[in-house]
C-alpha cells in the first residue's frame, strides 16, 4: 500500500456487515474526494493465511474497480497489534477515518485513544446516501465540540450536508457561557462555507447531551451522529445509557462517528 494521499480506511474481518462497511466507506471515500483503503491485520505470522486473505480482498477491490473508477482503493494486509496499527494509519498512511460495522463496535471502541482519526460506525443497508446529508454536532462546554463541529465540515462542504448543531442548557453560569462561546467560534466557522446549518436548543446539559442527541437524531429520517469519545466513563454513565457504547448499540440506523477526546485528529486536507 503506498501513502501519501488521505485515506478512508475500512476494518476488515470477514465478519457479518464488513460488506456494509465497505459500501459506508466507499460513499465516504467518493464524497471527500480521498482514497479508500482495505484493512485487515493477521493474527498470526502465517504465509499461507496472509496470502489467502491478500487474494480476498484484493478481488473485492477488482470488484470495486469493475463499477466505479471514481475512487482509488487499495488494500493493506499486515500481522501487526492493533495500537501499532493506528498509529502508522495516521503517522504512515494519513487516515482520516475508520469505518467499521457497529457489530465491531465493543471490540474497537477500547482503542479509540490511541487514534488520531475518528472511528465511524455504521449499520445501515439501504439508501445510504440521505445519511450523510443531514448530521447532529452535540454542542456543550467541551473544548472537543470544536473538533466534532470540524469533522461534519467536511461533508458540509463536499456534500452538501444540514448540520445540526444541538446545544447544551448548563444554566446561567461559566459553563453556560462556554457554551455559547462554542457555539458562536463554531457558527463563524461556518460562515465562511456556503452549507446549511441551524441551530437545536435542548433541555439538556453537557454531561447528558450525548444520549439526548441521540434521541433528537433519532426523530430524523436519516442521519449521521459524531460524538466524542471519553473514556472516564463510571457504572452510573453505563447505567444512565450515557457511553459511546450504549448511544452505538441504540443508535438503530443512524451512522456514528465517534472522536478521540484526547487526541488532536488529522485534519481534512484539499
Request: a neutral charge; hydrophobic letters at 45%; proline letters at 3%.
Amino acid at each position: 500500500m503506498e501513502n501519501g494521499e488521505q485515506k478512508i480506511f475500512v476494518w476488515c474481518d470477514f465478519s457479518d456487515g464488513m460488506e456494509v462497511s465497505i459500501i459506508h466507506g466507499l460513499l465516504i471515500a467518493s464524497i471527500l474526494k480521498k482514497e479508500l483503503c482495505l484493512l485487515h491485520l493477521l493474527k498470526q505470522e502465517d504465509e499461507e493465511v496472509a496470502f489467502n486473505y491478500t487474494q480476498r480482498l484484493k478481488a473485492i477491490v477488482t470488484e470495486i474497480n469493475s463499477i466505479s473508477s471514481q475512487v482509488v482503493v487499495r488494500y493493506w494486509v499486515v500481522k501487526q497489534d492493533i495500537i501499532n496499527s493506528l498509529v502508522d494509519l495516521a503517522e504512515r498512511y494519513e487516515c482520516l477515518a475508520l469505518v467499521a460495522h457497529k457489530k465491531n463496535a465493543a471490540s474497537l471502541l477500547p482503542y479509540l485513544q490511541f487514534a488520531a482519526f475518528p472511528f465511524l460506525f455504521v449499520s445501515s443497508t439501504i439508501d445510504i446516501e440521505p445519511i450523510y446529508k443531514n448530521l447532529v454536532v452535540p454542542v456543550g462546554y467541551m473544548k472537543k465540540c470544536k473538533d466534532l463541529a470540524l469533522w461534519a465540515s467536511y461533508l458540509g462542504r463536499n456534500n452538501a450536508a444540514h448540520i445540526n448543531l444541538y446545544l447544551s442548557n448548563d444554566g446561567a453560569g461559566n459553563d453556560q457561557r462556554t457554551v455559547q462561546n462554542n457555539l458562536f467560534s463554531i457558527q463563524r466557522f461556518y460562515d465562511k462555507f456556503s452549507f446549511p446549518s441551524s441551530v437545536i436548543q435542548s433541555q439538556s446539559p453537557t454531561w447528558r447531551l450525548q444520549k439526548s442527541s441521540l434521541k433528537y437524531a433519532l426523530t430524523q429520517p436519516k442521519a449521521m451522529l459524531v460524538i466524542a469519545g471519553s473514556y472516564q466513563t463510571t457504572f452510573v454513565d453505563s447505567l444512565l445509557g450515557l457511553t459511546e457504547l450504549k448511544v452505538i448499540g441504540n443508535s438503530q440506523d443512524l451512522s456514528v462517528l465517534c472522536v478521540n477526546s484526547q487526541l488532536d485528529f488529522y485534519t481534512f486536507c484539499n
